[in-house]
């Protein structure tokens, strides 16, 4: 116990270190399931995934993934399926930062999208991949 107390300042640079070292295994933990912008590209063109943008339509027009379709989250159950027919196909759900479309693949999944998937960071992620945007 003597230890303990002569030396808690030792022991708490040890816990803050060891915290500091599983904090990206924690924090990507919590995108699990995430798609990176060049899995999605490799799903793009392998797999003719499907990218569903959940944007607003300003927020689409300002800039999009190419070939994206604009569904806004809000309007996302009652209009994913006229938008995209084919369930068995891979479903990429873009937003601008990742949060709006993995709450999306909730909804897609739903509604029988098994292969619903969200681009990780969202279309910060993308532009930081230097890959191509659509502007409508």
Known sequence: MKFLIDNWMLISIALASGGMLFW???S???NAGALTASDAVQLINREKAVVVDVCGADEFAAGHVAGAKNVPLD???AKLTGVVKNK????ILVCASGMRSSRAVA????????????????LKAWKQAN?????A
Do not use: C, V
């Open 88 to 91: 068995a196909l891979p479903l």
């Open 131 to 135: 890959l191509p945007l659509e502007k």
């Open 107 to 122: 909804i897609a999944k739903k509604l029988g999208y098994e292969q619903a998937q969200s681009l990780g960071g969202g």
């Open 24 to 26: 990206p295994m924690i």
């Open 28 to 30: 990507s933990g919590m």
């Open 75 to 77: 309007r996302l159950e």
